[in-house]
């Protein structure tokens, strides 16, 4: 039986951020946890920064990303539920996947919903699905699936590995018959027609925690970041593709648009990142780009965005 909670307006972070820092976690299988929000006008000042954090122009429709700002909320009260057998602090953002049906006006009123689907126990801890949908008047027009790590250190059962290895492609994960989301294949980018310097400041992640509501301590200083295995802090990995569409946009038919992205490795901050973007010739209306360090040795994230 799914355990739903329906709010009238967003709910406060302060319980939840009590909740990540004292609540004990005790493991176990991930409930059956959904949240909603009731229909919402946008607050057209938060939206105006958000777009400066990332790039986007002004315009009469939302960003393709910014529904799942407006769902942080329901997305921190579900990963900080008392049944929610993981702890939130840490969690790493590995894959993304969002479907627009049609472009969103900034003045619509939006009923949003989130649950958690499923989980896979993967080399270095636990995978989770969370889902998100977006509605005007009753009919989705926003969908997205965000691939969440949280990092126990623990292999699938039977797997003999040496640490690190990757299982074949096809194999199946251990521990349930949930499998993988998809994420995008390598990009070769050849014939980049994008490619542009960018500067992360040491504060890009406090920075955008204070317009998204995104306080995980991995992205806030580098002494909370090292609690959790990083070396400095790293930045969220929605700015990062926040930054890469809003660099995009004009390259991209407004309405409908399917992103699929994969995070590969972390941006420390602070960095300088270089975004690259190509269109392929096998697949007419599509982009693809890839954000790297400088010199093109890492890969901190591979997408593509397919319109029509």
Request: glycine letters at 10%; a positive charge; charged letters at 20%.
């Amino acid at each position: 039986m799914q355990d739903c909670k329906v709010f009238d307006r967003p709910p406060s972070s302060i319980p939840a951020f009590v909740r990540a820092l004292f609540g004990k976690r005790k493991g176990g299988a991930i409930p059956h946890l959904r949240a909603e929000l009731a229909l919402q006008r946008v607050d057209l000042g938060a939206l105006a920064r958000y777009r400066r954090q990332c790039g986007f122009v002004d315009g009469p429709h939302l960003p393709l990303t910014y529904p799942q700002v407006l769902a942080g909320a329901l997305h921190l009260h579900l990963l900080t539920h008392p049944k929610f057998p993981l702890s939130s602090l840490g969690l790493v953002h590995m894959r993304n996947v969002i479907e627009q049906t049609r472009a969103i006006d900034s003045t619509a009123s939006l009923h949003l919903a989130a649950h958690l689907d499923g989980e896979r126990q993967v080399p270095g801890g636990t995978e989770i699905d969370l889902v998100t949908e977006a509605s005007v008047h009753g009919e989705v027009v926003w969908r997205s699936v965000i691939t969440a790590l949280a990092r126990t250190g623990k292999r699938p059962r039977g797997d003999k590995r040496p640490r690190g290895e990757k299982k074949p492609p096809g194999e199946k994960q251990a521990g349930g018959d949930q499998q993988p989301r998809p994420a995008p294949a390598e990009l070769s980018l050849t014939a980049p027609f994008r490619s542009l310097l960018i500067r992360v400041p040491e504060d890009q992640g406090r920075q955008y925690a204070a317009v998204a509501g995104d306080f995980n301590p991995i992205h806030l200083y580098a002494t909370t970041a090292k609690l959790f295995g990083f070396p400095r802090a790293i930045v969220h990995g929605m700015w990062s593709l926040g930054r890469c569409l809003g660099e995009l946009e004009s390259d991209l038919a407004p309405g409908s648009c399917r992103v699929e992205v994969a995070f590969k490795r972390p941006v420390l901050l602070p960095s300088t990142v270089v975004l690259r973007a190509s269109r392929p010739a096998h697949a007419a209306g599509a982009v693809e780009f890839a954000l790297t360090s400088r010199d093109g040795a890492t890969v901190h994230l591979v997408g593509t965005a397919h319109t029509s």
